[in-house]
């Protein structure tokens, strides 16, 4: 299933995504109540999905963010985050950076270089902590696409990764949440990002250096997460700055698409 958040005029909503097998026309089929809240029920009504706008499918208690995941990342970004670890590189992005499909990104004034890094990102369907590995697959409700959008001039410059990571906006999620994958499926999927259609990211889940198993079972040791809580799982080589006017869209194969522009900060 792919459950996207939504708005339509005035009313917020969550609303399974449809397809018209013939036309191949999208819709949105609103649904009662929470998807996180157990379960699925269909009011009968829908909307195209072009009229409608779709939200951050998710609103995050916490968005907690896997670095250097990606040898070829590690490499390409050295100076800037050193070497890798033995231990998932662990930060958070707080839930006021997130934002949703086609919202814009704000590019702060402070800042004279923002990157691009398309991730896969992982949705967490329940309470937990300390997860073992062979559980993992209990706490995950599904997957979405994620921005984390970073000012690497302070990223290097405060040593900490707080404010670099943490600007409102500079976590775009979406366009919905898949939940139809299983951890094998989602360890091995294209995950690209273009910048103005010109491809800059290419690479795989599959180079994983923590697999999705590891990454839960690490965070939740010493972190309890929550229903809606994201994990950002780490961005591969191609990382680099993005201009205000600028278009970036991450494709996560079998997830889906999330585009949002760069803005100057008025
Ligand atoms: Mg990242």
């Known amino acids: 299933m792919r459950i996207a958040r939504f708005s339509s005029g005035e009313d917020v909503g969550f609303g399974l995504i449809e397809a018209e097998q013939d036309s191949g026309?999208?819709?949105?089929?609103?649904?009662?109540?929470?998807?996180?809240?157990?379960n699925i029920q269909l009011t009968g009504e829908r909307a195209k999905l072009?009229?409608?706008?779709?939200?951050?499918?998710?609103?995050?208690?916490?968005?907690?963010?896997i670095g250097k995941n990606y040898a070829d990342h590690i490499a390409e970004i050295a100076d800037v985050t050193g070497e890798p670890t033995d231990d998932p590189a662990v930060f958070?992005?707080?839930?006021?950076?997130?934002?949703?499909?086609?919202?814009?990104?704000?590019?702060?004034?402070i800042s004279e270089r923002v990157d691009f890094e398309?991730?896969?990102?992982?949705?967490?369907?329940?309470?937990c902590r300390e997860v073992p590995r062979e559980r993992v697959k209990?706490?995950?409700?599904?997957?979405?696409?994620?921005?984390?959008?970073?000012?690497?001039?302070l990223q290097q410059t405060d040593k900490q990764w707080t404010r670099a990571k943490g600007f409102d906006s500079f976590c775009p999620l979406g366009p919905w949440?898949?939940?139809?994958?299983?951890?094998?499926?989602?360890?091995?999927?294209?995950?690209?990002?273009?910048?103005?259609?010109?491809?800059?990211?290419?690479?795989r889940t599959s180079s994983f250096i923590h697999d999705i198993p590891a990454m839960i079972s690490y965070i939740t040791s010493f972190m309890s997460l929550l229903p809606g809580d994201v994990v950002l799982t780490g961005t591969p080589a191609g990382v680099g700055p993005v201009e205000v006017g600028q278009q970036m869209t991450i494709a996560v194969e079998k997830v889906g698409e999330l585009s949002n522009r760069v803005v100057a900060r008025e």
Do not use: W
């Open 50 to 65: 072009e009229d409608v706008r779709l939200l951050s499918p998710v609103l995050p208690s916490k968005v907690v963010c």
């Open 138 to 153: 209990d706490v995950v409700f599904g997957y979405t696409c994620a921005n984390d959008v970073t000012a690497r001039d």
């Open 118 to 127: 398309g991730e896969l990102a992982i949705v967490i369907g329940r309470v």
């Open 177 to 203: 949440v898949e939940t139809g994958l299983s951890l094998e499926e989602a360890g091995d999927l294209r995950v690209t990002t273009t910048v103005d259609g010109e491809v800059r990211q290419d690479g």
């Open 92 to 109: 958070l992005k707080p839930s006021t950076a997130v934002t949703g499909p086609g919202d814009p990104v704000f590019y702060p004034p």
């Open 25 to 38: 026309q999208e819709y949105v089929a609103r649904m009662s109540g929470h998807p996180l809240l157990g």
